[in-house]
């Protein structure tokens, strides 16, 4: 798939494979997503210089581009973004059948989704364990 980033360019989820992929739903009005989005900073920090890359998919809606920005200045979230700001209808959403956020969705280095819907330790363990194999 490919989406604009904040800035307006575009970029595409094969720019930025990693060892392993997450490929992070969410939204800057959804609470759950916000009270996640420290975990998968901690995460982040932890795994991206062992090869741990993040993309984020905003479900923003088409008026909310300046929430979506803040969110992810306030959160720390020092990763990938992209947004269609198309609400439920963002098209990548579609794609992996996403009907609730957040939602993550972990790829190993061929792309293939090897873990879905982890959150907090549960992530951690699972992304350790993908880069110690």
């Known amino acids: 798939f490919s989406a604009p980033t904040p ?15 997450l490929i992070d739903f969410w939204a800057s009005w959804c609470k759950p997503c916000r009270i996640e989005n420290p975990n998968v900073v901690k995460v982040y920090e932890k795994y991206h210089d062992k090869g741990l890359e993040i993309i984020s998919v ?33 098209p990548i959403a579609l794609l992996y ?18 873990a879905k819907n982890l959150r907090g330790a549960q992530l951690d363990a699972k992304i350790e364990e993908l880069l110690n194999e």
Request: charged share 30%.
């Open 97 to 114: 059948g996403v009907r609730s956020i957040p939602a993550a969705f972990v790829l190993n280095k061929d792309g293939i989704i090897v």
């Open 58 to 90: 905003s479900l923003d809606k088409p008026d909310k581009k300046d929430a979506w920005i803040k969110a992810i200045e306030d959160d720390n979230l020092q990763w990938h973004h992209v947004s269609n700001l198309k609400y439920w209808q963002d």
């Open 7 to 21: 800035d307006g360019d575009i970029i595409k989820l094969s720019d930025i494979k990693g060892e392993i992929t």
